[in-house]
Each structure stands twice: as structure tokens, then as C-alpha cells.
């Protein structure tokens, strides 16, 4: 069985959140379960284009609406990944020195053609064509409704949903963007009198997947008005857990941290760490350090940190640090704490890779109050690394984190809202100073394993199912 995974984002080629680390890692465990799987991209002008060398492997043409775009596909001419991926160059609209915009259907459109159009090349067809998130959604419409694309039909494509809240919207004017197919169909592309590519692909696809089996239930609730859809769809649908690469996240052999450590030495390796964290942000390591990671969005409860912040650090119990960027509001909000909690507060405003690895090293505990979270692979990281994790009880947080009280070994709160994440973080505050139950749970969730390798085998059942159905 050979598969093709297309994603607009791929660790370490691009990432710009978890979408990537799973691109990045998934197709690595399916080919050690025996699977081909392959990752077809596009290609973007960035640090690891500038940095690596490619060969042409096709040349073509593509036609979007009115206009004539040439493109390539790119090859490695070195193997420095453990992935094999394929990178789609057109060079007028993908090679940008970022992945999204806010106009992205011109983008997206023209590189899911290029896809189907090179697809239609080729001698040996993939058994399974996975789809990721809704830059991708137009794959399984396109498969099943362009006459030109009437010979891939029978092949399976599945199409993961990493996060129902975008869903990569756009006018029916722009429909001469797609190759022709019978117009009566349109309505397959159509939600709330819109093109939805998200929408499309889980109309087309024939089977769906979500990132963790709570969140597949919470979309038929919850899901930026796609909820009757995917109620009716219902059947075709079900949640995987992601699952972490275990190479790359390892804080025994870990390039990016300051002291590697495993659950042996975990004593001395966190705190090493957390020394070289309090120093570079001026905190006195003898308190806990809580760390928030991720986009300052509304989805992941960001704009409620401001507030929590002041009444926690009031009290100068704790340090907290965070590390993320996305709405300025929430950013200059965050800046703006810093004069005043000097010394048990700061922030970084950005993306930093190396960054986030030391803080999932050297802090005590990690927040992640999200209103939303398909899986949220921060958790994940977190236990491996003998953080303990602080979650909104909802989606995959639920799935994976079971609060100290029930008899697990970490804390959940039910909402979003500023006094459960208060309460919450009062409640580790006082963890904490129970040295002995601290030290025992955090080496314990060392221990729990959130490899892909279960969920792998999920992913490879499911496409069997398909060849044989
Ligand atoms: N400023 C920063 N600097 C450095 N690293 C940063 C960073 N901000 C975020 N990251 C990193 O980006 C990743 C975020 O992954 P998540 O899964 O938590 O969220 P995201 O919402 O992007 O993904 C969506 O897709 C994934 C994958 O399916 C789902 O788990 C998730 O719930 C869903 O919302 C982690 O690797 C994190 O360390």
C-alpha cells in the first residue's frame, strides 16, 4: 500500500503550529508499519528552501480560471529527511516567505490541481490519497467530480480535520478556478451560499477523520457552523488521537534543551533547565514556573491570560512565562505586564522553535485553557518531558489528561473562563509545595506513551478497510 499525505505545512519544512508536527511525523511511523507513505507540499521560500538543494522530477502546466501558471515538482537531491515528500513549485503564487495570507484560494486551488494533475501522470497510482485540513478540501470534490479527473475516482481519499475553524471560504464567482465539472453538482461545493473547501471535502471524501475521538463528538455541537453537516455525515467520520514523534520530542537526546534527562535523572535535568529559564527571564528558580506555548488566539483562551495574570502574580507565588504571537490586542496586553511583575512574569512575542523546547524542559507546569482543541499536541510534549499539564477540559485535552483528583496526573478545569484557570493554577500552586506527590507524578507522566504507534495502525486499519471495501 503506498499513501500520499498533502498538507500546506510539514515539520521541519514549514510548520506554523501542530498541523506540521503531525505531517512531519505520521508518514514516518506509517512507513516503519510497512506503508509508503509520501508527503506532497508546497514548496515555500523559507530557511529550509534556502538552506537545501532540489531537482526537477515534472514540469507542466496549470490552468486556474483565466490564467496559465507553470509549475514543477521538487525531489531533495540529498535525503536529509526521514520522510519522503515531494515539493509542488509554482513559483507566482506558493514560493512566499510565509504559508498563509489572507487570501489564500488562488494558492491552495492552483497547488491541489497541480496535485491532481500530476496524479493523472503517473503509472502507479497511490492506494490512498490523505487530505489535510481545508487548503487540501478540494481534492475529494475535484476526485469525484472533474471529468478530467474521472480516471482517479477510484481511489480512496480521506480527509483529516486538524481544525474545523477555518475553513478556507470563498465566493462562487471564483468556481472557473476548479476544471470543469457538471455545474448541477455545485452544490457539493456550496455551504451558507459560499464555497467551504472544509465543507467540499467532507461532503466528498470517503471517510473523515478528526485529531481526537472527543473532538469528532464535540464538532456535531460545535463546529464554526459545519455541525448539521458533520452530524449528517456522521457515519463516515471518526476520531484518531494524534500521536507525537518521539525522536524529535526526546529529552534524552534533545539538541535544543539545556541538559538532556530521562525519567532517571529527571531531578537534575529539570532543574538545570529551569535555571537556565529563570535566568534568562529574570525568575528565581525556587518557584514553580508555569509556561503557557502557542498562537494568542480566542481558541486557545489567550485573551483570558491578561486577567488571570494579574490577580495570580499578585501574590508572587509563581513565575509565569509565555511564548507565542497572533492577536495584538492579546500581544500588547501581555507586553504591557512585564514592567509591573517584573521578576515572576514575561513574555516572548514570536515563534521560536529552540525556545519552545527548553520551556517544555525547564518548566514546572504548562496552561492550555483552550475554548477549542482538536488534540493539542502541547500536552503531549509536556508529559514527556515531566511538565504537568493544566487543560480546559475539552477535545483531546480531555482525551489525554486525567486531573490529580480523579486519580491521574494532571489538573483540568471545566470552562474557560478567567476563575476556573485561577482556581486551577492556585490549585498547583499548592501541588507543588507537596514536594514528594510533585516529584513522583511528574516522573510518572514521563512514562505514559503518546508515540504515533497506536495510532498509526489506526490510520493504516482504516485505509485498509477502504482497499478492500
Ligand atoms: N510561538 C511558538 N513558538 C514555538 N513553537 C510554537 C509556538 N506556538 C506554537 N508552537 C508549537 O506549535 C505546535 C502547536 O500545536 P497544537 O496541536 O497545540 O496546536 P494548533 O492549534 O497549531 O494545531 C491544530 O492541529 C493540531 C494537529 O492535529 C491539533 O493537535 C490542534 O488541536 C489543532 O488546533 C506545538 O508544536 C507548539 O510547541
Given amino acids: 500500500m503506498n499513501v500520499i499525505h498533502v498538507s ?76 519522503d515528500v515531494l515539493f509542488v513549485d509554482i513559483p507566482k503564487l506558493l514560493f512566499k516567505n510565509f504559508v498563509y495570507s489572507d487570501d489564500d484560494t488562488a494558492r491552495f486551488t492552483a497547488f491541489q490541481i497541480a496535485v491532481m494533475d500530476w496524479l493523472l501522470t503517473l503509472k502507479e ?124 520530542w526526546n529529552p534524552e537526546t534533545d539538541e535544543f534543551i539545556e541538559k538532556n534527562y530521562s525519567a532517571k535523572n529527571i531531578q537534575t535535568g529539570k532543574t538545570a533547565n529551569k535555571k537556565w529559564l529563570c535566568k534568562q527571564f529574570g525568575f528565581s528558580a525556587s518557584k514553580p514556573l508555569f509556561a503557557f506555548i502557542g498562537r494568542l488566539v480566542y481558541e486557545k483562551g489567550a485573551d483570558l491570560l491578561p486577567t488571570v495574570l494579574e490577580e495570580i502574580l499578585l501574590k508572587k507565588e509563581c513565575n509565569i512565562l509565555i511564548l507565542g504571537s497572533g492577536n495584538s490586542e492579546v500581544e500588547n496586553a501581555l507586553e504591557n505586564l512585564k514592567k509591573k511583575y517584573k521578576g515572576v512574569y514575561n513574555v516572548f512575542i514570536g515563534y521560536d522553535e529552540k525556545l519552545s523546547h527548553l520551556i517544555y ?77 510533585f516529584k513522583k507524578t511528574r516522573k510518572y507522566i514521563m512514562s505514559i506513551d503518546h508515540s504515533w504507534n497506536v495510532s498509526a495502525k489506526q490510520y493504516i486499519d482504516l485505509y485498509n478497510s477502504l482497499k478492500s471495501g
Fill in 8 to 83: 500546506a505545512e510539514c515539520y521541519p519544512i514549514a510548520k506554523v503550529g501542530g498541523l506540521g508536527d503531525v505531517v512531519g511525523s505520521l508518514p514516518k511511523y506509517q512507513s516503519e508499519a510497512g506503508v509508503g507513505a509520501k508527503v506532497i507540499m508546497p514548496f515555500y521560500d523559507n530557511k529550509f528552501s534556502a538552506a537545501h538543494s532540489f531537482k526537477s522530477i515534472y514540469e507542466s502546466e496549470l490552468v486556474l480560471g483565466e490564467e496559465i501558471y507553470p509549475y514543477k515538482f521538487l525531489k531533495l537531491k540529498e535525503e536529509v529527511l526521514d520522510i
Fill in 125 to 248: 497510482k497511490p492506494s490512498i490519497i490523505h487530505c489535510h485540513d481545508h487548503h487540501t478540501g478540494l481534492i475529494p470534490f475535484m476526485a469525484q467530480e472533474c471529468f478530467k479527473y474521472e480516471s482517479l475516482n477510484q481511489i480512496p481519499v480521506i480527509l483529516t480535520i486538524h481544525n474545523a475553524q477555518y475553513q478556507g471560504w470563498f465566493s462562487h464567482d471564483k468556481v472557473y478556478y476548479l476544471p470543469a465539472f457538471d455545474i448541477s453538482n455545485n452544490g457539493l461545493l456550496d455551504w451558507d451560499g459560499v464555497i467551504n473547501p472544509l465543507a467540499a471535502g467532507i461532503k466528498c471524501a470517503w471517510r473523515v477523520t478528526t485529531v481526537s475521538p472527543s473532538y469528532m463528538e464535540e464538532l456535531q455541537q460545535a463546529a464554526n457552523g459545519l455541525e448539521s453537516l458533520l452530524s449528517h455525515e456522521n457515519k463516515k467520520c471518526v476520531g484518531i488521537l494524534n500521536g507525537i514523534d518521539t525522536e524529535v
Fill in 361 to 437: 524542559a525547564g518548566a514546572d507546569f504548562l496552561l492550555m485553557p483552550s475554548r477549542v482543541e482538536p488534540c493539542g499536541l502541547n500536552q503531549l510534549y509536556s508529559l514527556r518531558y515531566g511538565t504537568i499539564p493544566l487543560v480546559r477540559s475539552i477535545g483531546g485535552l480531555k482525551d489525554t489528561v486525567i486531573d490529580i483528583e480523579d486519580g491521574g496526573f494532571g489538573f483540568s478545569h471545566a470552562e474557560a473562563s478567567e476563575i476556573d484557570i485561577s482556581k486551577t493554577i492556585n490549585r498547583a500552586v499548592q501541588f507543588y509545595k507537596e514536594e514528594r506527590t
